[in-house]
């Protein structure tokens, strides 16, 4: 027997109608008459995007704890505000006693000797990674935002670029100084 959505059952209705409900999103309600088969609403287009909303500023988040850039310098460097900080007080440390160069460790748990210079433009990197995710971000949340229908929301893949090459990045002559 075939089934439908709005078919209705006077009396009883049979069992195959309850087991093509389940394999097609649909439940039966009584009626007064008898039964009736009945499609289950899907999500509204405003629950699917406070949901994508929601994915959204989460894997920024992930993005922005997990990030790791290819420095110019030659090396992989984290990209997270603790090497943020790091890359700082390396550059405050060096600009306050006049030291040449210092260790940094790199995203591979490396050692490497870097300058004031050196240190400076991972600082810019580090920056350049910082506004590549946010510009990421609204792009995507306005995405989000324009979209009208379910599907349309769906079809928005939440992707972040993690594993970064910014780019080439020149200090200014008296940038050390």
């Not at 060096?94 to 490396?110: G, H, L, P, R, V």
Request: proline letters at 5%; hydrophobic letters at 35%.
């Amino acid at each position: 027997m075939e089934f439908n959505i709005g078919q209705t059952f006077t009396g009883t209705y049979p069992p195959e109608a309850a087991v093509w409900c389940n394999t097609h999103n649909a439940y039966i309600k009584e009626i007064p008459t008898g039964f009736q088969i009945i499609a289950i609403p899907g999500p509204t287009p405003e629950k699917v995007r406070t949901k994508k909303l929601e994915e959204l500023s989460q894997k920024h988040h992930e993005a922005e704890e997990s990030g790791i850039l290819q420095s110019s310098i030659g090396f992989p460097i984290d990209a997270n505000e603790r090497a943020n900080r790091d890359v700082s007080g390396l550059i405050s440390q060096m600009e306050m006693t006049s030291i040449d160069t210092t260790q940094f460790c790199d995203a591979n748990n490396d050692f490497h000797e870097v300058t004031l210079d050196n240190l400076k433009t991972m600082k810019l990197e580090l920056i350049q990674y910082a506004h590549s995710l946010y510009a990421t971000k609204w792009q995507l949340r306005a995405a989000i935002e324009a979209a009208k229908t379910v599907d349309e929301l769906n079809a928005i893949d939440i992707k972040f670029v993690t594993d970064f090459t910014p780019t080439p990045v020149v200090l200014a002559e008296n940038a050390s100084h």
